[in-house]
């Protein structure tokens, strides 16, 4: 490690450094860059999302998009896992750092970054942001997950979950989420290939 960095451990799958790295850059590591967007692995919001990841996410290859990226560290993870990724953000200057990202963590050929979302659906999509955001893009959101795909919705205190839920269940023929929950935070996952609960 250098006296320049911060090791971040983000179990079963993840470690982020935070500054300069000079070792082998593997396929746990995440490395981002000095920057004011947000996402470096120490909130309980993204972690729940690298987590879910790092469970949910298919063996082989996937495609992700990734709502309001930030640092680029969900799209960055996705491609640790043998997937490719599009992050979108409405901060400029994130997407700049997201890129950077990318390349510090050496997958700069996995993932994209833009403001203009993709066409087309994907295996996941996940989007840590806050409440009345998620509630605004539902139908947006939604119409980029694959039928049998993954949507985890992080940014969420235990009183968001509620009203997330029932904004979006409706959109995907009644399904309810898994909810994973740390400290206030909580983080909600359809796993559409799965069996629905009884
Ligand atoms: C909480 S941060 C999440 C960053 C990173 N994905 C993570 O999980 O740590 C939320 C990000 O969403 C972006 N954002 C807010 N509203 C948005 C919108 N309507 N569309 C796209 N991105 C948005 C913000 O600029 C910010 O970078």
Redesign the pocket.
């Known amino acids: 490690m250098s006296a320049r960095s911060t090791v971040i451990e983000v179990p079963p799958r993840f470690r982020v450094i935070l500054g300069a790295w000079d070792a082998e850059i593997d396929e746990r590591t995440i490395v981002l860059g000095p920057s004011h967007?947000?996402?470096d692995g120490r909130?309980e919001?993204?972690r729940m999302?690298l987590q879910a990841l790092a469970s949910f996410a298919p063996r082989g290859g996937f495609r992700l998009f990734?709502?309001?990226?930030?640092?680029g560290?969900?799209s960055i993870a996705a491609a640790k896992l043998g997937g490719e990724a599009i992050g979108?953000?409405?901060?400029a200057a994130?997407l700049a750092v997201a890129e950077e990202n990318g390349r510090r963590s050496a997958v700069e050929g996995r993932v994209r970054f833009a403001t203009t979302w993709p066409d087309g659906t994907f295996d996941i999509v996940v989007a840590?942001?806050l409440r009345g955001?998620l509630a605004e893009?539902a139908p947006r959101i939604v119409a980029r997950l694959a039928p049998l795909g993954t949507l985890i919705l992080?940014?969420l205190v235990s009183t968001d979950a509620p009203e997330i839920v029932a904004r979006y269940a409706p959109l995907l023929a009644g399904r309810r989420p898994e909810i994973f929950e740390r400290d206030a935070w909580r983080t909600l996952v359809w796993r559409l290939s799965a069996r629905p609960s009884p």
Request: proline share 0%.
């Open positions: 967007a947000f996402g909130h919001s993204t999302c990734d709502v309001g990226c930030g640092t560290i969900l979108v953000d409405i901060d994130a840590n942001i955001v893009l992080s940014g």
